[in-house]
Every structure is written in structure tokens, then in C-alpha cells.
């Protein structure tokens, strides 16, 4: 199907989802996920202002490469790893075909209180 592509999610438990993703739509990550009802908050609705959606990249889909304003906001998120990536910042398109990323931890409310 044309403006179609295949994500796989890797939800926190481990279990792999197989989400078909239209690329027609100007969708980002998080979108998809929520529209799919797995567990991403995306608190601030998608202006990298949260860190709520963050996802591990999984495979070379997506560039690595991040806005200023999602490098600020990881910086102060938790378990950011080198693969980190706000969801609502990787709008779908028809090269992700394949794509592989799984959902960062949940940050407790017990971890806000430690700042």
C-alpha cells in the first residue's frame, strides 16, 4: 500500500507490536503510538518539552541527529542513552520503512522528586 510503512514498537515488557504507519498524514513517532494505545504520554502534546515520549532507535531508519530543543530536553531526561530520540520529533516518512525503536522506562514520580 502506498504512503504506508511498518514500525516495529518494543514496549517496556519486551513484547514487539507490528504497527502499520501512514506516512500521508504528517504523523510523528509518538502519534503513532498513542493512536495504537501503547503506554507514551507525550505530556506537552509534541513540542519536545516533556521527554514523555522518548524512544530508543533501534536500527539506522532514523537519523540520530537531534533539533537543539530535543538535545536540551534529553539532557535533562532520564536514561538517555546514545540512541535517545523524542518521539514526537521523528515525522514518519516512506524511508523508515522498517523501522525498530522501544519505548524508554517510564520515569516514576519517586525520580521527580529527586530533583
Do not use: F
Request: aromatic fraction near 4%; charged fraction near 30%; charge should be negative.
Amino acid at each position: 500500500m502506498e504512503n504506508v510503512i511498518n514500525i516495529t514498537v518494543i514496549d517496556r515488557e519486551g513484547v514487539e507490536h507490528q504497527l502499520e504507519a501512514p506516512t500521508d498524514m504528517n504523523m510523528n513517532v509518538m502519534e503513532l503510538c498513542k493512536s495504537y494505545e501503547l503506554p507514551v504520554k507525550g505530556t506537552c502534546g509534541g513540542m519536545a518539552m516533556c521527554a514523555s515520549c522518548q524512544v530508543y532507535i533501534e536500527n539506522d531508519k532514523v537519523n540520530l541527529d537531534r533539533s537543539d530543543d530535543e538535545q536540551l530536553m534529553l539532557d535533562d531526561a532520564w536514561y538517555v542513552e546514545e540512541n535517545s530520540r523524542l518521539g514526537c520529533q521523528i515525522h514518519l516518512s516512506n524511508e523508515m520503512d522498517g523501522l525498530i525503536v522501544r519505548l524508554a522506562p517510564e520515569v516514576e514520580e519517586d525520580d521527580d522528586d529527586e530533583w
